[in-house]
């Protein structure tokens, strides 16, 4: 239910960005995040947004340099890369939360980002 584009390769520094589209109504949506899986690492939470009050948040690491934004009326979430670094290489998963739901249960099925010093 859900189709992630935007991923490659690109170069440190340069600027990246991801988009989810989601097939699921907008009402029954409480948050959309951004994980993100490197080789030999856990998945982990890179950004994540409530539907709708859009408040978001971030991983430490990419805080300043990551913005989470969502579309409510074209029921997609984007994921906007901007100084990217080496250690961002992963590969990426939109994730969606339904309401009344303690976990995500809606994922992509990944898109490679993969960024060259």
């Known amino acids: 239910q859900l189709v992630e584009s935007g991923g490659g390769l690109v170069q440190a520094g340069d600027s990246l960005r991801l988009s989810c589209a989601a097939n699921l109504r907008a009402s029954l949506i409480l948050s959309a995040a951004w994980f993100r899986q490197a080789p030999g690492k856990e998945r982990e939470s890179v950004a994540s947004i409530y539907w709708n009050s859009g408040y978001s948040s971030y991983l430490d690491s990419v805080k300043g340099r990551f913005t989470i934004s969502r579309d409510s009326a074209a029921n997609t979430v984007d994921l906007q890369m901007s100084n990217l670094r080496p250690e961002d290489t992963a590969v990426y998963y939109c994730?969606?939360?339904?309401?009344?739901?303690?976990?995500?249960?809606?994922w992509g099925q990944g898109t490679q980002v993969t960024v060259s010093s």
């Open positions: 994730a969606l939360r339904r309401v009344g739901r303690s976990s995500f249960e809606y």
